[in-house]
């Protein structure tokens, strides 16, 4: 079916804000490939133009600068892999604490770490840009931070508080998650099966949470 804007205009079958939207996710799957593979200092706007197939004028219509790109393909990597923490803790149908954690770990990891670009963008090319960059960095770490003290305390219930409290331990996990993943995505093939690094990170969190390990 033939979709028109506002005022009518057509192309291709699409609308202006369908092509809008269309060539924003083009830049953004052209910046996981390059900046995940270059880096971020060695990337240009050009080189995302390129890798895109689109024009520079199309870039800036879409972005304020080459930043302003990191940090939306940043979201959409960290979007991506909450969304597949969640629907996998969603599919756990009989909710056996231990199956929980390891199928929210498998997915975590299959979201980020099994593909390289999108683990060197979220932990290693994220820092030291600017303070406006760090500072959404945190903002996005406090959300994962809410999002497993969240999950925990509906998980174990309110009579139990593990050791620090509930904030101190989601924040330790998660520091040691990041660790973990990003260590294992820059490893040289043959690399641990991604089961071997699961029961790391199960290992990890039954130092807080009972009847994991």
Known sequence: MTVADDQGRIYAGQSSSARKADRRAR?????????????????????????????RSQFYSAFANREALLVDVY????????????????????RDRRALVVAAMTALVGSIGNDPRRA????????????????????????????FE????????????????????????LGALT??????????????PIEQIVETMVAVLGAFVPDLT
């Open 120 to 147: 060197r963008i979220s932990y290693l090319e994220m820092l030291g840009v600017s303070d406006a960059v760090e500072q959404h960095r945190a903002r996005r770490r406090a959300q994962w931070v809410e999002f």
């Open 75 to 94: 979201d959409l990597i960290q979007d991506d892999a909450l969304a597949a923490v969640v629907a996998a803790l969603d599919d756990q149908v009989d």
């Open 27 to 55: 830049f953004l799957q052209a910046g996981i490939e390059v900046i995940g593979v270059r880096g971020y200092a060695a990337t240009s706007v050009s080189d995302i133009c390129v890798a895109a197939g689109l024009a």
């Open 150 to 173: 969240n999950t925990l305390r509906s998980e174990v219930g309110p009579d139990f508080v593990p050791p620090g409290g509930y904030r101190s331990a989601a924040t330790a996990f």
């Open 179 to 192: 660790e973990i993943v990003s260590d294992w995505s820059r490893t040289a093939p043959p690399r641990p």
